[in-house]
């Protein structure tokens, strides 16, 4: 990212980790609700029920409220697919791989109310888009790695031209599945 992820204090206790926690939980539900532009740190510290001076104590704004949530999701997303691409994953049939992966990221996704608004939603704030570049590009590279071990023949051009067609591919087969609930859901996502 452009700028560095900084709090203004790191917390000493856990406790303090926890109020961390708590806000940026709140953050993440407000800018799901809200959206980024019409959030504001008010908002969050009443969602996360604690003062707008306790907010302030570790974040010194809204923008690096979203960078907190964003290194976030790189942090579990890179996780997942560290687990993912684990030393066996390209000896698993390509179909049960695939499925594997589609559900582990739609259960991250469905964690996560504000995975889907800032990773796939169309940015209007050049902070938010800024901020989320980190998660793109974090997925993008994973994905340009899997390439690498389950097509070797593919160039390091074609793994990355495959990986930007996945995440589209993705963007779309989350928006479907997003959009429908219980059995349905189920059945697009094994699509």
Known sequence: ???ELSLRRMPQQARGQR???KLLDAAEQVFSEKGYGDATTNL???RAQTSISSLYQFFPNKEA???AIVARYVEELRAFFAQTLSVDADKLPLASFLEHLIQGLAKLREAHAGFRPLFFGAQSFSDVEQATQELRQEVIE???ALLAVRAPQLDEEQCLRCAHVCVAIFQALMALAMAVEGEERVRCLRS
């Open 142 to 144: 994973r994905i340009v």
């Open 65 to 67: 409220i979203l960078r």
């Open 44 to 46: 969050i510290a009443a």
């Open 1 to 3: 990212m452009a700028k």
């Open 19 to 21: 109020r961390i926690d």
